[in-house]
T-cell receptor
Framework: AQSVTQLGSHVSVSEGALVLLRCNYSSSVPPYLFWYVQYPNQGLQLLLKYTSAATLVKGINGFEAEFKKSETSFHLTKPSAHMSDAAEYFCAVSAPFSGGYNKLIFGAGTRLAVHP | EAGVVQSPRYKIIEKKQPVAFWCNPISGHNTLYWYLQNLGQGPELLIR????????DSQLPKDRFSAERLKGVDSTLKIQPAELGDSAVYLC????????????????FGPGTRLTVL
């Protein structure tokens, strides 16, 4: 079975500072990994995904994430935070033979606050 | 192109009352998902449809929850009777259908219905 752990339910950064949101996964088979963003009163939007190609994945809005198999991690980073990045971020995992790549298992989420 | 549409956006009911949520997926998306998102948690899959067929409903509490997608387009999720613990956001998502189990198809989420049970 797959699972996801997001370290830190709340992260606060200054505008212009580095954003680092942590995600560790558990999977008995090579997984697909995702980061979604959720703005208040909106649905989830895909930021980026890892699907067994390049381990460094670039997404929208300047975000990127690196798949590290040895650390079972898929941390999300952005070099310089913007006020508009304030939102809830969810890491998710999926894998074949457990409902297929389209069965997403989400972490509990990390709320990012950006202050001036 | 319109995204996933859900209604109502907010619903307040008393416990033991029935409630229904409606979802219209993106045109051409054959796969439809219903998720439950409790406060402070990530979404959890309730049911997945491929066209009219419910292919994964293992997480749907069938004693009080039901869902249908009669014509393979829009879908309704019902709770009867509602309990206090059902207060949550109910998300609908849709995706195009690719090779089942062997490829990923991006899921597009609606804004959700926030249910409050008093």
């Amino acid at each position: 079975a797959q699972s996801v752990t997001q370290l830190g339910s709340h992260v606060s950064v200054s505008e212009g500072a580095l954003v680092l949101l942590r995600c560790n996964y558990s999977s008995s088979v090579p997984p697909y990994l995702f980061w979604y963003v959720q703005y208040p009163n909106q649905g989830l939007q895909l930021l980026l995904k890892y699907t067994s190609a390049a381990t460094l994945v670039k997404g929208i809005n300047g975000f990127e994430a690196e798949f590290k198999k040895s650390e079972t991690s898929f941390h999300l980073t952005k070099p310089s935070a913007h006020m508009s990045d304030a939102a809830e971020y969810f890491c998710a995992v999926s894998a074949p033979f457990s409902g297929g790549y389209n069965k997403l298992i989400f972490g509990a989420g990390t709320r990012l606050a950006v202050h001036p | 192109e319109a995204g996933v549409v859900q209604s109502p956006r907010y619903k307040i009911i008393e416990k033991k009352q029935p409630v229904a949520f409606w979802c219209n997926p993106i045109s051409g998306h054959n796969t439809l998902y219903w998720y439950l998102q409790n406060l402070g948690q990530g979404p959890e899959l309730l049911i997945r449809y491929e066209n009219e067929e419910a292919v994964d409903d293992s997480q749907l509490p069938k004693d009080r929850f039901s869902a249908e997608r009669l014509k393979g387009v829009d879908s309704t999720l019902k709770i009867q009777p509602a309990e206090l613990g059902d207060s949550a956001v109910y998300l609908c998502a849709s995706s195009p259908t690719g090779l089942a189990g062997s490829s990923y198809n991006e899921q597009f989420f609606g804004p959700g219905t926030r249910l409050t049970v008093l």
